[in-house]
């Protein structure tokens, strides 16, 4: 399962995301042009998919 933490701004978003089940953390910066932001969310599992 992963956790994820969004602080939003008018220029960006900043998330922190936890891994539960390998510990892993990772923290990025979405600039909020072109597709940026529409492209990483489109990597993440959808909900109740597995290995997520």
Do not use: K
Not at 11 to 40: C, D, K, P, W, Y
């Amino acid at each position: 399962m992963r956790i994820i933490g969004c602080d939003l701004h008018a220029r960006q978003q900043t998330l922190a995301m936890l891994n539960t089940t390998t510990g892993e953390v990772v923290s990025i910066a979405l600039l909020h042009e072109e597709n940026h932001v529409r492209e990483f969310y489109s990597t993440l599992p959808r909900p109740g998919a597995r290995g997520g």
